[in-house]
Antibody
Framework: EVQLLESGGGLVQPGGSLRLSCEAS????????MIWVRQAPGKGLEWVSG????????YYADSVKGRFTISRDNSKNTLYLQMNSLRAEDTAIYYC????????WGQGTLVTVSS | DVVMTQSPLSLPVTLGQPASISCRSS???????????LNWFQQRPGQSPRRLIY???NRDSGVPDRFSGSGSGTDFTLQISRVEAEDVGVYYC??????????FGGGTKVEIK
């Protein structure tokens, strides 16, 4: 069974940084595409970043390009999202999901950017 | 970027009655490999999204057969043949054909009348 467990969210001031983690199990993580999707309070789903081609290519939404960095540690079956220069509009629940098709999602981790 | 437009925004339905959600894309979702990468997700209140349908009409494992997907090109539909109480939530379409970026529809809230 595919399981994804996000962590690392919390309250951070504007301009600050956070690193989110997504620990994966139940599938071959090292060859899997992975994505991050966020959901602002009361809003819809927004794709943030993702790996394709088995993790060789990384992509970003324009809204986070230059501020967020996706990475992975295949030895730990873990996906990361380093978030710098955070803004109020980055406040959201952040989900990781398996594959660009989004077959399976974690429970999410809440990031709140506020002074 | 491909814009995904869903309608209606809100869908009140009587238990046991059918429901239909429309999703339109700003350009054809037929990939150069011949597949159409259009998925549907359900998000129940307080839960993470769950994929129901992939590649237009393929139900995921464990998804009740009252859910079905159809469509082609730029017009797609998610149908629920007989709505049950557990179907309450927000439904999203998502295209993968022209990624990056992945793009979602704005969501349709299904509620019981």
């Amino acid at each position: 069974e595919v399981q994804l467990l996000e962590s690392g969210g919390g309250l951070v001031q504007p301009g600050g940084s956070l690193r989110l983690s997504c620990e994966a199990s139940g599938f071959t993580f090292s060859t899997s595409d992975m994505i991050w999707v966020r959901q602002a309070p009361g809003k819809g789903l927004e794709w943030v970043s993702g790996f394709s081609n088995g993790g060789r290519n990384a992509y970003y939404a324009d809204s986070v390009k230059g501020r967020f960095t996706i990475s992975r540690d295949n030895s730990k079956n873990t996906l990361y999202l380093q978030m710098n220069s955070l803004r109020a509009e980055d406040t959201a629940i952040y989900y990781c999901a398996k594959g660009t098709w989004g077959c399976c999602w974690g429970q999410g981790t809440l990031v709140t950017v506020s002074s | 970027d491909v814009v995904m437009t869903q309608s209606p925004l809100s869908l009140p339905v009587t238990l046991g009655q059918p429901a239909s959600i429309s999703c339109r894309s700003s350009q054809s979702l037929v990939h150069s490999d011949g597949n159409t990468y259009l998925n549907w997700f359900q998000q129940r209140p307080g839960q993470s999204p769950r994929r129901l349908i992939y590649k237009v009409s393929n139900r995921d494992s464990g998804v009740p057969d009252r859910f079905s997907g159809s469509g082609s090109g730029t017009d797609f539909t998610l149908q629920i043949s007989r709505v049950e109480a557990e179907d309450v939530g927000v439904y999203y379409c998502m295209q993968v054909t022209h990624w990056p970026p992945l793009t979602f529809g704005g969501g349709t809230k299904v509620e019981i009348k």
